[in-house]
């Protein structure tokens, strides 16, 4: 059979021409546009998503408050998917689930019945077998929704008609907080606790001007479901709602019980926010299977309704700090949870805001929900009054509007034109019933005119001024204050602070989890990245064997206990235990081994962690920064990314910061000095250009005291010092193109 021929339409007809790249561009911005807004980034005036707004609205319409009957979780999930939100049926139970989860919510949304998952991980049973309602929280957030409060727009299908925001009349994003993941960018919210949340916004409305560190005194931090310690010091808190950007250091919660005889065991009652108990469990057992715990025998889950995680020690002379430190750094019994104030503010624009910032978000909507609200009510007491002044005139006329009902064909105009009625009065006559004719009707009616008219007049008052407005929001506030007070079950704070435990003591815990001596060693290090540790400090490396045509790279002393910073070309700094390292006994082994390190990358440097330095980090493009050695600091095989580069870039130079200025030299062999103020202190990136070349890239780069001279290793191996005079001609500015190096500079293009 032969192919159908599918006739070419006619040149001009049908056919639009258009740029690929203008349309993918098009296409690719509509879809990102629908993620961060659709799915992805929480409302900073509600603190909801779509799908979690829709699911409050339908069960709102399904009259599912608080004091109602569940109904099954099945019938919200239908009329949601139905009505509002045309996604799959499992997702939006899966929302709702998370919204009735009391481990997962710090204040839950949904009040659930019947199986919704558990702090093990285990998954809610099936929507037909679950049933739901709304919390007093929902309720509060879907307060004042009928009074005109907020807009409301078009469903998917034209159908019905949505929130596009709730009044919330509880700060939702901070108190519940929320995480998700958009197109480029992403947010990560912690719960906080509403009656510290309330207070800051209380201090906000009398000093509107407060900045995030003021409002620290009633923001404390974090407030997890789950509860846990947080072991961040105060100006790293600080630092992270000043910004919108940082990290909570969050740990279990754990007592010493004494069982006599001098032992004892370790019971932890709280784990971190977001950590699945089953799989901590199995965690622990794996690192005891393969001997990873030196310090702990067994683990037993004891867990009934609260949580009850026993861990026995190997034996009773074992310090239980020092097993929980261990634990803590080999488990996720201590995590980060990040903070990304990444919200929508206005619902439109995405925005990395502080603590001061994201409230001051929500008092503004607050502001907006109440002039709404007033100005909705004082609409329908108008009417009201309106309809009240016919039904008096009717009272007072009534044997003439019952003859002009009665004897008129259309007794409406009649009765507009003899007694002056609007359009509404008329009506309101006309409509009323019998029965409404007694006397007793006419003083009720009176004593509603009056009071409707002295609650107009509040409403205008209201209305027209701001400072009124602020304080019936403040009042609002302390009312939902004394619901979420800290003397309420709901209300009382569940996470904790505490210091993190100083250096001497997880030192003295990695000892003695290691049952290390701790041993003066020798770290060498060869060209093609193989190491090996010889004893004892400054050992002899001149008569070490190498493998084929391997020579020595670098060597330094450290001890067994020490770990090791390597920096690699790829940018990343690896993190190694020097006590994994072979002997001086053979060719040592490779670093790939300790480190997850790229085929195409090499070693830069290595060199044993001190903490509290700073090292100077630079790519062969010229570009560099500072960089705090404890943001370097990684704990996984797969290092921690500190200077981005992209191939054919590589990173060729870190140096330990020292003095007050930076010399940089090319391939070129061009030298440039330049303050080391003028460069940036990062925790990551891409840095800021160093020098500028033609051709050819950065060789190296040092700090140093200028002061003191600049000294660098000749070719005979001898410290050659150039004192501040003679640097005159190469000392100018960040991304000079810089002087030809000073004679006797060595041709190796190296400082040392």
Known sequence: MGKRMIPPPEKGKGIEIVELKEALEERYLAYALSTIMGRALPDARDGLKPVHRRILHAMRLLRLDPNQAFKKSARVVGDVIGKFHPHGDQAVYDALVRLAQTFAQRYPLVDGQGNFGNVDGDNAAAMRYTEARLTETARLLLEGIDDDAVDFRETYDGTEQEPIVLPGAF??????????????????????????????????????????????KYV??????????????????????????????????WNVEKLGSG????????????VQKSKLIEKIADLLTNKKLTLLADVRDESAENVRV???????????????????????????FSLNMNVLTNGLVPKVVNLAEVLKEWLDHRRVVLQRRSKHRLAEIKHRLEVLGGYLIAYLNIDAVIKIIRNEDEPKPVLMKRFKLSDVQADAILNMRLRNLRKLEEFEIRKEHKELTEEKAQLEKLIGSPALQWKMIGNEIKAVRETYGPATLLGKRRTTFDKAPDEGVAQAATEASMMLEREPITVVVSEKGWVRALKGRDADVKNLTWKGDDALKLHFNAETTSKLLAFATNGRFYTIDASKLPGGRGH?????????????????????????????VASRSGNGFVVSEDDVLGTTRKGKQVLNVKAPDRAVSVSVVEGDSVAVIGENRKLVIFPLSELPEMGRGRGVRMQKYKEGGLADAKTFALGDGLTWLDSAGRNFTTNKKELADWRGKR???????????????KFR
């Open 735 to 749: 991304s000079d193109a810089g002087r030809l190096a000073p004679k006797g500079f060595p041709k190796s293009g």
């Open 310 to 336: 026993v861990l026995e020690p190997r034996s009773r002379g074992v310090k239980p700090e020092h097993m929980m430190e261990q634990l803590f750094k080999l488990t996720e019994l201590e995590t980060r």
């Open 588 to 616: 040592g082994e490779p670093i790939r081994l300790y480190a997850e390190l790229d085929q195409n990358a090499d070693i830069v440097d290595v060199m044993p962690y001190a903490g509290k330095r700073k090292f100077l």
């Open 220 to 253: 404390k931090g974090p407030d997890f479901p789950t509860g846990g310690i947080i072991v961040d010091d105060k100006a790293t808190i600080r630092e992270a709602y000043n910004t919108g950007r940082g990290s909570f250091r969050t740990r279990a919660r």
């Open 263 to 274: 032992t004892w065991i370790a019971v932890v009652t709280e784990i971190p926010y977001q």
């Open 171 to 216: 700060p939702n994003l901070l108190a519940n907080g929320s995480t998700g993941i958009a197109v480029g960018m992403a947010t990560s919210i912690p719960p906080h606790n509403a009656a510290e949340l309330l207070d800051a916004a209380l201090h906000l409305i009398d000093k509107p001007k407060a900045k995030s560190t003021e409002l620290l």
